[in-house]
């Protein structure tokens, strides 16, 4: 018996961090686009109070099924990775699920926090993974 290896000519590379944010800039550009118009247009219940209003739960609602179904989709990323050429990939390299779209989405303000303390500290950004994309086990690349 004969066995032979191929080795896959798509090599996958991750993509770096300033594309992810410029991603992530152009999506929360639209969504607060989106939330503009939506609170232009309803009425609401607390004027005084800025961050405890029900409609923020509504706000935080709209985000989350924005970046988990998006990335969910054949696309494989939301408008802002689409126009950057980003996808996000799941461990053998197909579509992601919903469950994990939403952790990335859920653990998002934790890499924040962490990319954030690299930054201060000036610890080097090699690695190109996120916290959220570990946790979800996902890799973001470009194509």
Not at 34 to 57: C, H, Q, V, W
Not at 58 to 68: E, K, N, R, S, V
Not at 132 to 139: E, N, P, S, V, Y
């Amino acid at each position: 018996m004969h066995t032979t290896y191929t080795q896959s000519k798509d090599k996958i590379e991750l993509a770096d961090l300033g594309a992810r944010l410029l991603a992530f800039s152009l999506d929360v550009l639209l969504l607060l686009t989106l939330i503009g118009i939506a609170d232009y247009f309803t009425f609401s219940s607390n004027d005084d109070a800025f961050f405890m209003k029900p409609e923020r739960l509504l706000h935080l609602l709209l985000g989350w099924l924005y970046f988990a179904g998006t990335e969910t989709c054949p696309c494989q990323g939301t408008l802002g990775k689409y126009l950057m050429n980003l996808r996000v990939i799941g461990p053998k390299g197909g579509r992601i699920g919903f469950k994990a779209a939403s952790v990335r989405f859920f653990a998002r303000p934790v890499s924040a926090v962490l990319i954030a303390l690299r930054f201060l500290v000036g610890s080097d950004y090699s690695n190109r993974r996120t916290f959220h994309d570990r946790l979800a086990g996902t890799q973001v690349v470009a194509q």
